[in-house]
């Protein structure tokens, strides 16, 4: 059985559901995977308790205050992957990239695995995308400031993000518009971003936080893009490996 640790967001988690649906489409009810979500909705702000030092993932904070955030937000996951351990899950996903940041701390403390949603975008990645091309990032500020995908990627890729004034207009403006259930309003406000990374000349572009894929697949404007598969979903990525893990 497949535990997810879902509600960073709420519709991320239920978005990574139903690309399992999809994934299965066509079989009989008793073909699909089982699965148990946990919309662990009341875990702290992941970008409001990340430490501000956050180079060397294994001293996350360096003051007392920051050190309390991250043990709060680790504490509230570790009880949602205890949960989902004690209902006989065979592996865990967390469908929310800036939770990564928290990885290895929790991993340690659980004994089945957690599929790493960064670690598995670059797998994909590396099989789809020549070596030191430049690979688009749009993601949280916190998920940024990790560097939560940076540590898979920088020695194979040239990972380009947008200016901080696109970050501030376009990136958060259109993640808040989804968590708000505005998806046209999103779908307008990432446009920029998108074009940014486009001019950049890169291959792929990682769609590095949850809401973002809702956003881009609503947006009407980019169909010849999205035809030429330059966006990475990490949620489907994850969705995939979660399969291909279920049914060893």
């Known amino acids: 059985m497949i535990g997810i640790l879902g509600g960073m967001g709420t519709q991320a988690g239920l978005d990574f559901c139903n690309k399992l649906a999809i994934l299965n489409r066509g079989k009989i009810d008793q073909e699909y995977p089982l699965f148990v979500l946990y919309n662990k909705s009341n875990i702290p702000g992941r970008p409001e308790s990340i430490g501000l030092q956050t ?8 003051n ?36 990564h940041y928290w990885y290895d701390d929790l991993q340690k403390k659980i004994k089945i695995p957690i599929i790493n ?3 598995e975008v670059f797998k994909f990645t590396q099989k789809n995308c ?7 990032l749009l993601a949280t500020e916190g998920t940024l400031k990790t560097g939560v995908y940076n540590k898979f990627f920088d020695k194979n890729y040239q990972l380009i993000i947008p200016s901080q004034k696109l970050q501030n207009n376009s990136v958060n403006k259109a993640i808040k518009f989804v968590k708000m259930g505005n998806v046209k309003a999103a ?7 998108i074009n940014s990374l486009i001019k950049f000349k890169c291959s792929k572009i990682i769609l590095g936080c949850t809401e973002l894929p809702i956003a881009i697949f609503a947006f009407k404007s980019f169909n010849n893009v999205k035809s030429s598969k330059i966006f990475l979903d990490p949620n489907l990525i ?11």
């Not at 050190?67 to 469908?95: A, H, Q, R, T, W």
């Not at 020549?130 to 688009?136: E, L």
């Open 55 to 62: 180079k060397n993932l294994s001293n996350k904070a360096y």
């Open 187 to 193: 779908a307008k406000a990432i446009k920029p971003a």
């Open 117 to 119: 949603m960064p670690g």
């Open 64 to 99: 007392k205050k920051s050190k309390l955030k991250y043990k709060k937000v680790l504490d509230s996951l570790l009880k949602g992957c205890k949960l989902l351990e004690k209902n006989n899950c065979k592996f865990i996903v967390i469908p929310c990239n800036t939770a």
């Open 238 to 248: 994850l969705a995939q490996s979660a399969m291909a893990k279920y049914k060893k």
């Open 130 to 136: 020549k070596k030191n091309s430049k690979v688009g």
